[in-house]
């Protein structure tokens, strides 16, 4: 069945460093992929999403492209913000033939800037 | 436009209680989408209801069910509460059409406690 690995956190960063958090995905076809961002006592937000082979999402500085050859999507920031520490999840939704299926996400990674 | 909304925002029930948890989508959007979330398990789906109708339908118990109203509300019910429901409940909703490049919006969730 259709699967997301991430990587385990936490991570911690100082303010202004290079952040990647990996993600790689098992599916059937074609599926969608996305990063959804949680702020503490939140729901989830759509951060971006990428829908094809080579397409590169991108929001708010943060980047990811969707690698079918080597079945990943990870997460990149050039420049991470105090502001960005949040848990991060890379989910994926099944395309069946025109049907949609589920999003389907990994366990999340925690992501803790410091000034 | 209003987000997704969940009411009510925190519940602690008696195990053996039911419960009722309700999300209102946002206007226009007639998919509706619900998840637990839970430490050790991470994000599971629920099921996922549009036009009135169960589309689609996770790995869940019996205990657990919902429905979908003529206005797109929807409710989802868990019977017979165990302390392994305690979780924060995801709602989220999508237009049809949008779900496969957009993912969903989410609300911010019921915390259920079971004691």
């Known amino acids: 069945g259709n699967s997301v690995t991430q990587m385990e956190g936490p991570v911690t960063l100082s303010e202004e460093a290079f952040l990647t958090i990996n993600c790689t995905y098992t599916a059937t076809g074609y599926p969608s992929l996305f990063w959804y961002v949680q702020y503490p006592g939140e729901g989830l937000q759509l951060l971006l999403k990428?829908?094809?082979?080579?397409d590169k999402g991108s929001n708010k500085g943060f980047e990811a492209t969707y690698r079918k050859e080597t079945t990943s999507f990870h997460l990149e920031k050039g420049s991470v913000q105090v502001s960005d520490s949040a848990v991060y999840f890379c989910?994926?939704?099944?395309?069946?033939?025109?049907?949609?299926?589920?999003?389907?996400f990994g366990k999340g990674t925690k992501l803790s800037v410091k000034p | 436009k209003a987000g997704v909304t969940q009411t009510p925002r925190y519940l602690i029930k008696t195990r053996g209680q039911q419960v009722t948890l309700s999300c209102s989508p946002i206007?226009?959007?007639?998919?509706v989408s619900w998840y637990q979330q839970t430490p050790g398990q991470g994000l599971q789906f629920l099921f996922e209801?549009?036009?009135?109708?169960?589309?689609n339908k996770g790995n869940f118990p019996g205990r657990f069910s919902g429905r979908q109203f003529s206005n797109s509300r929807s409710e989802m019910n868990v019977s017979t509460l165990e302390l392994g429901d305690s979780a924060l409940y995801l709602c989220a909703s999508s237009l049809v059409s949008e779900a496969l490049n957009y993912g969903y919006t989410f609300g911010s969730g019921t915390r259920l406690t079971v004691v």
């Open positions: 989910a994926l939704r099944g395309n069946y033939g025109g049907s949609q299926g589920n999003l389907i």
């Open positions: 206007s226009g959007h007639r998919s």
């Open positions: 209801y549009f036009s009135e109708t169960q589309r």
């Open positions: 990428a829908t094809k082979a080579d």
